[in-house]
């Protein structure tokens, strides 16, 4: 069986602390801003840090117990890296050719 190293622990409680606390500021990002623009880019940022983070974290834990190293969270990754941001595009291409709302004028 093998056993983590304390400082390696300790690395990786950090990264899974900082993933957890940028991914809630990204959602809380979300809440507080007011245009749907603005909204974009906090849950877009922080998720693809929290899961930077989260796929290092994994990294080291898989290949200090393996023994080797060992990059199969990079895959993972890889493709949220590629579809987080191609979703932003994709979400606000659609928002600028989408008409304004029209204002309601009528009072009941």
Do not use: D, K, Y
């Not at 190293?5 to 300790?10: D, R, S």
């Not at 290949?63 to 590629?82: A, M, N, V």
Request: proline content about 7%; glycine content about 6%.
């Amino acid at each position: 069986m093998n056993i983590l190293p304390l400082w390696a622990a300790i690395v990786v409680a950090l990264l899974l602390v900082l993933a957890g606390l940028v991914t809630l500021i990204g959602s809380l990002g979300l809440l507080r801003l007011h245009s749907f623009f603005e909204r974009m880019h906090a849950p877009t940022l922080g998720m693809t840090l929290g899961a930077f983070c989260v796929a290092l974290a994994a990294t080291l834990v898989a290949s200090l117990l393996q023994g080797r190293p060992i990059f199969h969270e990079w895959l993972i990754c890889l493709f949220l890296f590629i579809t987080a941001p191609v979703t932003a595009i994709l979400l606000m291409q659609s928002a600028i050719r989408r008409p304004p709302p029209e204002e309601n004028t009528h009072h009941p």
